[in-house]
């Protein structure tokens, strides 16, 4: 709802309720839409073609209105927040490095590398606004016209906006193509509609510092889904096979590291 009165394209909320005298659940009844979610769909398909060469505008220009959201005033609930006086980026960068040491039964020396790396990039602007914390094609409803709506805010925290610009890059989520932001457009192309739309000033290399963490978390997500399986909670292939993934973020952390040095 504060998206939607912010103008970003949602699904309007109809109904929310939290009364267990209404339903033994949280629950919630949206606006149905009508448009494709599937990326290798709009990064392949000639039909949406007309879609690819606005979408990385839509897009930036749509970021820049979900981080002008008032979440102080308006008390949003639920919103994880850094710590006072710390950076976003060290903590869940700390996290992140901590985990993979933890769950990995074997050694990764570009992680180890990578976060050296970040370590000592940690962006020193203490800048918070809302993010939506998955901002990916992934999580983009869209048609042949382009946005039909913006989905998924179950990560929505309070953190650095870069956040999500650096996300919407991050290699995972390009499915293959050579294009930067979101397999779709340029880096600078994000930059330059974010800052059209009113958004707050995000360097390159602000970016780049948040790509090379969304692959960094990336990892760990294929390190975690491989120590179910390992540790014996839930024995599944699948889960097996989605740790040799890892080394497809740490391939893309070095050319990160080797693009930005």
């Not at 039964?105 to 000592?120: M, S, T």
């Not at 491989?226 to 893309?252: D, F, I, K, Q, W």
């Amino acid at each position: 709802r504060r998206a939607e009165s912010a103008g970003v394209p949602v699904p309007r909320v109809h109904w929310a309720s939290s009364d267990p005298r209404v339903l033994d659940t949280s629950f919630f009844l949206m606006e149905r839409l009508t448009g494709e979610t599937i990326p290798r769909r709009l990064l392949r398909d000639d039909a949406y073609a007309p879609a690819r060469e606005s979408l990385v505008g839509e897009l930036g220009g749509i970021l820049a209105r979900v981080h002008a959201i008032d979440f102080d005033r308006r008390r949003l609930r639920g919103l994880d927040r850094p710590k006072p006086g710390r950076p976003p980026a060290a903590d869940q960068l700390a996290g992140s490095v901590a985990a993979v040491r933890e769950l990995a039964p074997e050694p990764h020396p570009v992680l180890d590398l990578a976060a050296r790396w970040l370590e000592a990039r940690l962006p020193t602007q203490s800048r918070e606004t809302l993010v939506h914390g998955d901002y990916r094609v992934g999580n983009v409803m869209f048609d042949e016209k382009g946005v039909v709506a913006i989905l998924d805010w179950e990560l929505a925290h309070v953190g650095d906006p870069a956040e999500d610009l650096g996300w919407f890059c991050t290699k995972a989520w390009r499915f293959g193509s050579d294009l930067p932001a979101g397999g779709i457009g340029t880096r600078e192309a994000l930059l330059d509609a974010y800052d059209q739309g009113g958004g707050p000033e995000v360097s390159l290399d602000d970016l780049l510092f948040w790509e090379a963490l969304g692959s960094f978390k990336v990892a760990l997500v294929f390190i975690r889904q491989a120590y179910v399986h390992l540790s014996g909670a839930m024995p599944s292939l699948e889960l097996a096979s989605l740790g040799r993934r890892t080394a497809e973020a740490e391939e893309a952390l070095v050319e990160i590291m080797e693009e930005a040095s």
